[in-house]
């Protein structure tokens, strides 16, 4: 094996802040563009020019188009490196919380994962890179900073001459003085789930005629929930759909909420219904959970996981605490209360919740945008929350549907909806919070829209473990009843600005549960429109999507 060092330029592409790099893939096709970041990604772990001797790196993706190239472009860069051990999963695939599970398991040094989540696949679509640390979440911020700089300023990538390595048979091969070890992709993550779930009795449910329904997208969902729920836990052939990964997700969009998953809803809501529904995301880390004729909100489904954790083995001590970011509704603070533990308020995306699970201060966190996940991996975790729904309902007997209905009431009906202003162009976004951040100071005590606003606020978060601070995060308009409007853009969108409207009505009669939600919320969206003039800033007469 000869190591090459070839040339690159600087490339601006990743964000500063984000977790990683998602660009169209032909972005990724332009010479050395991936070659840039994973140098500039291996300078700051070991150091340029530093060997990343007797380390072991992880090494998969969600097998969407390009995949496989970008296995073997960073296999030869990781040999060239000098790493002790790869460890690939077969054929390419590791889902992102599989591979937080390998990191884990195989006290690897950390792990790259290929994908843009769900954003669309395919030679016209989007592809990602993103490193995971020795703990098995997303790297953190100086680190993600410092590879976005360094990529700005290489000249140069060192890579080995080697031919491409078999990755569709399991087993070790050398390239170089590294070991490449093909590793069958879902034992690991198989293994951590039997550890936290009754496998008998979700066995028992199934033995007894229960029906499932797992949309695995066409993407790489379907290779995790076949082998648990229908090789292990001797749920029916065919009870994942769209089980085989593919490389554009059938031209689909593979993120699970109703809107993207209208076959899906439609079949839960037909007369022969199976018993629950589920779908994840394009890596599998997102989900979606359906009863009979029934759709579950992500917030009340981390409610229902924390109110009956106690039933599942691996938390049958108890938890610790809970998280959710701060857009996602108020049942979980609710059952949180009611089992004296401490709910933390986040903000959003997932790597807020990691210091908090690494220090033992939270066992279950979620977050409104279909994630749930647990301290068992770094990451969130759709196959998990739907094993975790199972195990609840072959152990109380209860239906989907009843188990959330217990929660309302219990607890009250947090009411809730997000509507999205996708596609406005950044300047106006921009002006729109900044004219409402400017009217903040003004809200409180204000009747607006005949809505008495108690306080107002722009999230801010100081991370109880480090201490760091995170300002900005979105602006709070809250009501004396505790009802609230959140607003703010978008980190994730690649097309102009996305505006986030959440609305939130905590409501506590039974009676009432079942009114049409957007109805329950009419009042909220016309205190949103009021204090932060949507329609004309945007010149959107409603929502691009509403969820
Ligand atoms: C969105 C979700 C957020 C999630 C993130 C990554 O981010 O809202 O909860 O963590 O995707 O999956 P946003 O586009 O709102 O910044
Ligand atoms: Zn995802």
């Not at 695995?216 to 969902?221: E, N, P, Q, Y």
């Given at each position: 094996m000869n190591i090459q060092t070839l040339p690159t330029r600087p490339f601006e592409g990743q964000q500063p802040g984000t977790s990683g790099l998602r660009k169209k893939v032909t972005v990724f096709q332009q010479p050395a563009y991936l070659e840039n970041f994973v140098q500039a990604l291996f300078d700051e772990l070991h150091g340029p020019g530093q060997q990343a001797r007797g380390q072991a790196l992880v090494l998969g993706g969600d097998g969407r188009f390009h995949n496989r190239v970008a296995i073997q472009a960073i296999l030869r860069m990781a040999a060239a490196r000098g790493y002790a051990r790869v460890l690939v999963g077969q054929g390419g695939i590791l889902s992102t919380p599989a591979a937080s599970a390998v990191i884990r398991r195989h006290r690897a040094s950390g792990g790259i994962i290929l994908s843009a989540s769900h954003n669309p696949g395919g030679p016209e679509g989007d592809f990602g890179i993103k490193y995971n640390t020795a703990n098995g979440g997303p790297a953190p911020e100086r680190l993600t900073g410092a590879v976005y700089r360094r990529t700005l300023s290489l000249s140069h990538y060192q890579t080995c001459d080697a031919p491409d390595m078999a990755l569709d048979a399991l087993g070790s091969q050398a390239l170089g003085e590294t070991l490449v070890e093909v590793i069958d992709p879902v034992a690991d993550h198989a293994a951590v789930m039997r550890g936290l779930f009754d496998f008998d009795a979700i066995r028992g449910l199934f033995a007894r005629g229960f029906r499932l329904h797992y949309d695995?997208?066409?993407?790489?969902?379907g290779p995790y929930a076949r082998a648990v729920l229908e090789g292990e836990l001797g749920a029916p052939a065919g009870t994942v759909a769209h089980a085989m990964p593919l490389e554009d997700f059938g031209g689909l969009h593979p993120d699970p909420n109703p809107a993207n998953a209208p076959e899906l809803v439609e079949r839960m809501f037909a007369a022969d219904a199976p018993d629950m529904g589920a779908a994840s995301d394009g890596d599998a880390d997102r989900n979606m959970v359906l009863g009979r004729g029934f759709v579950v909100s992500p917030s009340d489904s981390l409610a229902v996981l924390a109110a009956h954790a106690h039933r599942v083995p691996g938390y049958r001590q108890g938890l610790a605490g809970v998280a959710r970011s701060m857009p996602t509704s108020t049942a979980a603070d609710r059952v949180a209360r009611a089992l004296g533990v401490p709910c933390h308020e986040t903000p959003t995306g997932w790597k807020f919740f990691g210091n908090l699970l690494d220090a033992g201060q939270v066992t279950l966190c979620g977050e409104e945008s279909y994630g749930t996940g647990s301290n068992h991996v770094r990451e969130k975790d759709g196959l998990w929350a739907v094993l975790f729904w199972l195990n609840l309902v072959a152990v109380t007997g209860q239906s989907v549907e009843q188990l959330v209905r217990g929660l309302w009431r219990e607890h009250g009906r947090c009411v809730y909806s997000r509507h999205d202003y996708e596609a406005i162009p950044t300047e106006r976004a921009e002006r729109l919070m900044a004219q409402l951040r400017e009217r903040l100071p003004t809200l409180a005590g204000q009747t607006i829209a005949g809505q008495a606003i108690a306080w107002a606020d722009d999230f801010a978060y100081t991370d109880p473990v480090d201490g760091s601070r995170s300002e900005h995060q979105g602006v709070r308009v809250v009501l004396a009843d505790s009802s609230r409007v959140v607003l703010r853009l978008s980190g994730t969108g690649t097309e102009g600005a996305t505006l986030r409207v959440y609305l939130e009505r905590h409501e506590p009669d039974p009676a009432r549960h079942d009114l049409p939600v957007q109805q329950a919320l009419a009042p909220l969206v016309a205190l949103a429109e009021a204090v932060a003039r949507i329609r004309p800033h945007t010149g959107m007469e409603r929502p691009s999507v509403t969820s």
């Open positions: 695995a997208m066409w993407a790489v969902g």
